[in-house]
Each structure stands twice: as C-alpha cells, then as structure tokens.
C-alpha cells in the first residue's frame, strides 16, 4: 500500500517562499517518475514540476525559475521549493508518484 503524505503548506505574503514536502511509505520515490501538481479553484489539476528515477527535473513554464523539485538521498520524500511566489501560485498542492498514487495535498495561500 502506497501513502503519500504532503506537508508545508500555509499562508505567505508574495515574494515569500515555502517548501513543500511529500514523504512516501510502501514505494521508493527514487525508483519512479513523481511530480508535484496544484489545482486551483475552479481550475483544472496541473502539473507543475516532475522528477524522474533518474532525478532528470521538467517543470510547467509558469513556475521555471522559481520552483525547485528534488527527493532526499534515501528516496523517500520529495520536495518542491517554491520561491518568488505570487498569488497566482494559490492552490492545493499534490504529490503523486508513477502516475498512480495521489496524496491529499497541502494548500498554498499567496497574499498580495
């Protein structure tokens, strides 16, 4: 049974910055594709960057730059680092892993 458990997520002011965290029981991130998607209300679920078993790192235009994917050394837990932020990066934020498994996700508030 795979569980993806996100954290980090809150209210921040815009240029602020926060990081997110997804850590993963049943499944080793490191062996497979994972990525953090966001949805926003009203809104279609995106995906916003993505990391692959070989640690090569995609990410959506409207975030380059400014977000950060990575996992730890043991495989287990993902990040996004998400700098400059604006209120247009307001959303639920979720990690899911292999294209299967989704967590519950972690809102992110940007204020103006």
């Known amino acids: 049974q795979v569980q993806l458990v996100e954290s980090g997520g809150g209210l921040v002011q815009a240029g602020g910055s926060l990081r997110l965290s997804c850590a993963a029981s049943g499944r080793t991130l490191s062996n497979y594709w994972a990525g953090w998607y966001r949805q926003a209300a009203g809104k279609q679920r995106e995906l916003v960057a993505a990391?692959?078993?070989?640690?090569?790192?995609t990410y959506a235009d409207s975030v380059k730059g400014r977000f950060t994917i990575s996992r730890d050394n043991a495989g287990n837990t993902m990040y996004l680092q998400m700098n400059s932020l604006k209120p247009e990066d307001t959303a639920t934020y979720y990690c899911?892993?292999?294209?299967?498994?989704w967590g519950k996700g972690t809102l992110v508030t940007v204020s103006s």
């Open positions: 899911n892993v292999g294209g299967d498994y």
């Open positions: 990391i692959s078993w070989s640690a090569s790192t």
